[in-house]
């Protein structure tokens, strides 16, 4: 059964440093995968989508990258913003679980002025 | 282009009762699905469609219905709330093909069960 993992599940920084959010999974055999963003009691903003085929995806300030062989992606986020701060989670198409979209628990970032 | 809404924003009922959360998309998205999210548990999936007329159960159905009779609504119904139901609900939906598009959620409802 697919397991996504994202550590840590909360992150601090000051304003203007760079950083890197992980996501693992445990199946290699994935459709894609999407990275969102969460802010407290709102809905889920796409943020990136990377095909099985692709190696990373940029957008911005934000770059992230998908290694299927080491069960891995990152979300990079250059020169950090207080209004970057929110829960990022990552989420996965998995070829042997029909279609569905499965998540991780997410990292809450804190972005501090 | 609106993307996916869904009403109401927020909802409270009583054990017993029974509502309908609603859940449109203007993207001519075939596929459609309902989340809960709940502290420590993630988003979980509930139901699931294909396409008009098509439904199907994801990890955690009982308790809720659904129907596809269009393409653009998928509306979730809650039989008879219970406490367990308390929780923020997601609609979702996405272009179908063989490479799973990009997926885009609505602003969620917030249900409180008492």
């Known amino acids: 059964k697919q397991e996504v993992t994202q550590i840590p599940a909360a992150l601090s920084v000051p304003e203007g440093e760079n950083l890197v959010l992980n996501c693992s999974f445990t199946d290699s055999a994935i459709y894609n995968l999407q990275w969102f963003r969460q802010d407290p009691g709102k809905g889920l903003t796409s943020l990136l989508l990377?095909?099985?085929?692709?190696r990373e995806q940029t957008s911005g300030r934000l770059n992230a990258s998908l290694d299927k062989s080491s069960g891995r992606s990152t979300l990079y986020i250059a020169a950090s913003q207080p209004g970057d701060s929110a829960t990022y989670l990552c989420?996965?198409?998995?070829?042997?679980?029909?279609?569905?979209?499965?998540f991780g628990q997410g990292t809450e970032l804190s972005v501090k002025p | 282009n609106a993307g996916v809404t869904q009403t109401p924003k927020f909802q409270v009922l009583k054990t017993g009762q029974s509502m309908t959360l609603q859940c449109a998309q203007d993207m001519n998205h075939e596929y459609m699905s309902w989340y809960r999210q709940d502290p420590g548990m993630g988003l979980r999936l509930i139901h699931y469609?294909?396409?008009?007329?098509?439904?199907d159960q994801g990890e955690v159905p009982n308790g809720y219905n659904v129907s596809r009779s269009t393409t653009e609504d998928f509306p979730l119904r809650l039989l008879s709330a219970a406490p367990s139901q308390t929780s923020v609900y997601f609609c979702?939906?996405?272009?179908?093909?063989?490479?799973?598009?990009?997926?885009?959620f609505g602003p969620g409802t917030r249900l409180t069960v008492l």
């Open positions: 990377i095909q099985s085929s692709q």
């Open positions: 469609s294909v396409g008009a007329g098509i439904t």
């Open positions: 989420a996965l198409v998995s070829l042997n679980q029909g279609g569905k979209l499965i």
């Open positions: 979702a939906s996405r272009a179908t093909g063989s490479s799973y598009n990009e997926q885009f």
